[in-house]
């Protein structure tokens, strides 16, 4: 059983910047599109952004210009580096893995999870 182990989270104000890291334990396919979402406090799963091994990543409107996905096929791992946090981007962060494509924000479409890493920036 493959599992996504996220690394980076923290508390940090207004303006810093945090770098996540995930890497899956195994082996999980040749091709597989590595994404991240956020879930605040009563609020649903979000997707921030996914990319697939060798193309651009894709973001959501509200991260454009703010964070950056990048991806070492080598070591089979993502990092989103997160510059000019806000308080808005409070949430817990999930790494995850889909094997086929589809809609980056479905969430059923995602056959692997991490176990979530906590985001909090202060005012």
């Known amino acids: 059983q493959v599992q996504l182990v996220e690394s980076g989270g923290g508390l940090v104000q207004a303006g810093d910047s945090l770098r996540l890291s995930c890497a899956p334990s195994?082996?999980?396919?040749?091709?597989?599109?590595m994404a991240w979402f956020r879930q605040a406090p009563g609020k649903e799963r979000e997707f921030v952004a996914g990319?697939?091994?060798?193309?651009?990543?894709y973001y959501v409107n509200s991260v454009k210009g703010r964070f950056t996905l990048s991806r070492d096929n080598a070591k089979s791992t993502v990092y989103l580096q997160m510059n000019s946090l806000k308080p808005e981007d409070t949430a817990i962060y999930y790494c995850a893995v889909r094997l086929v494509g589809g809609t980056w924000s479905a969430v059923n479409e995602y056959k692997y999870w991490g176990q979530g890493t906590q985001v909090t920036v202060s005012s």
């Open positions: 990319m697939w091994n060798a193309e651009n990543p």
């Open positions: 195994g082996r999980i396919a040749t091709t597989y599109a």
